[in-house]
């Protein structure tokens, strides 16, 4: 078992030793279900799926819904698959077994996240890009603070050349 699933739970700070403050991300990270195990004779590769995080049954396919049953657990909100796991946790591993932290990691191990950043979808030059907005609210102007005003040429190319939001306020 290489890993375990969790979800970011806020930033707080720590102290070191030498009294220095130290920025840290606290993470919920398990209890994880064994949800499917993947040997090398059906599935041509050895793998381990874990699950994470209760999901209702009501926002669930029936197929899903299904899968969990075989594992005798209830819906979940994710699942990742472990590919190749290390032959030291063989024993641990079994379907609709919930592993916890303590078992697969211990005190001052290093660790290696990944993460989903959140979506923003579609956002304004302000955000995206750096703009500062068209400047003062004189001479009757109305609503533009945030608006990305021009950023084109005149006569020569007379159109904004690709890339140029991001290179002209950054470059």
Same mark, same amino acid.
């Given at each position: 078992?290489?890993?375990?699933?969790?979800?970011?739970?806020?930033?707080?700070?720590?102290?070191?030793?030498?009294?220095?403050?130290?920025?840290?991300?606290?993470?919920?990270?398990?209890?994880?279900?064994?949800?499917?195990?993947?040997?090398?004779?059906?599935?041509?590769?050895?793998?381990?799926?874990?699950?994470?995080?209760?999901?209702?049954?009501?926002?669930?396919?029936?197929?899903?819904?299904?899968?969990?049953?075989?594992?005798?657990?209830?819906?979940?909100?994710?699942?990742?698959?472990?590919?190749?796991?290390?032959?030291?946790?063989?024993?641990?591993?079994?379907?609709?077994?919930?592993?916890?932290?303590?078992?697969?990691?211990?005190?001052?191990?290093?660790?290696?996240?990944?993460?989903?950043?959140?979506?923003?979808?579609?956002?304004? &030059? @302000? #955000?995206?890009?750096? !703009? *500062?907005?068209?400047? +003062?609210?004189?001479?009757?102007?109305?609503?533009?603070?945030?608006?990305?005003?021009?950023?084109?040429?005149?006569?020569?190319?007379?159109? &904004? @050349? #690709?890339?140029?939001? !991001? *290179?002209?306020?950054? +470059?």
């Amino acid at each position: 078992m290489p890993g375990i699933i969790g979800r970011k739970i806020g930033m707080t700070s720590v102290y070191g030793a030498d009294g220095q403050n130290i920025s840290v991300t606290a993470i919920e990270a398990g209890p994880c279900v064994v949800t499917q195990i993947k040997n090398a004779e059906k599935d041509g590769y050895r793998a381990v799926q874990l699950s994470f995080g209760e999901k209702k049954e009501k926002h669930s396919t029936k197929a899903l819904i299904g899968h969990y049953k075989k594992a005798a657990t209830t819906p979940k909100k994710s699942s990742v698959e472990f590919r190749d796991f290390r032959t030291e946790f063989d024993g641990m591993v079994e379907l609709g077994k919930e592993i916890k932290v303590g078992e697969v990691f211990k005190e001052g191990d290093w660790v290696d996240a990944v993460g989903i950043s959140k979506g923003k979808g579609f956002q304004g &030059v @302000v #955000k995206r890009h750096g !703009f *500062s907005g068209v400047g +003062g609210q004189t001479h009757g102007q109305h609503n533009r603070l945030r608006a990305p005003g021009s950023m084109g040429n005149s006569s020569f190319a007379s159109r &904004v @050349v #690709k890339g140029n939001a !991001f *290179s002209w306020t950054h +470059g």
